[in-house]
């Protein structure tokens, strides 16, 4: 008898750390939400450390994506929004699908400037938007054009140069092994 209590305890504080992961990630209920307002950025290149490169490159079986200034794939999220702008990732989110930020300007390389904003997040870093719509690397993307973070989820996806998602699914290679496990609860990583 003194088992079966132990063994539901354990079952109780791992639901518990479940939901709490989830929320963290903006999916589904009190998830940690938060309305940003953008603010207009300068779009030209200034050459000053802080700035931020928004490039393009053609990613085998997904097309034209866009990057950032070391060639990683940058992704949007179907939680946030673009108009009016509102960024969801935060917290254990953030840590697996960290924020495009910039310190300066965003330059632009094959990509409209005027479809580059930023928007402030919570912790006061400053997230480019394209086209309205936060973007993001996927920290399971070790080198520069990798896309494992294609369709996660089925809430984040590549980006196009005109802020559209790309809805082809990406490789049939396998993501990198991970610790954790996928619960399918759409806690949207």
Known sequence: MLAI??????????????ALTLAGCGG?????????????????????AGSATLNTANIAKLGTVVTDSKGFVLYRFDADSANPT?????NTCATVWPAATAKGSVTTNGIDKSL???A????????????????????????????????????????????????????ASPAPTSTSTNTGGGGGY
């Open 86 to 90: 509102r960024i969801s990732c935060y």
């Open 120 to 171: 402030k997040r919570t912790d006061g870093s400053t997230q480019i938007t394209l086209a309205g719509w936060p973007l993001y690397r996927y920290s399971k993307d070790a080198e520069p054009k990798e896309a494992y973070g294609q369709g996660v989820d089925g809430t984040w996806f590549a980006v196009t140069p005109s802020g559209a998602k790309i809805t082809t699914p990406a490789s």
């Open 5 to 18: 209590k132990h063994i539901t305890g354990y079952a109780a504080t791992g639901a518990a750390v479940l």
């Open 28 to 48: 589904g209920g009190g998830g940690s939400k938060s309305s940003s307002t953008p603010s207009s950025s300068s779009t030209q290149s200034s050459g000053s």
């Open 116 to 118: 580059v904003s930023t």
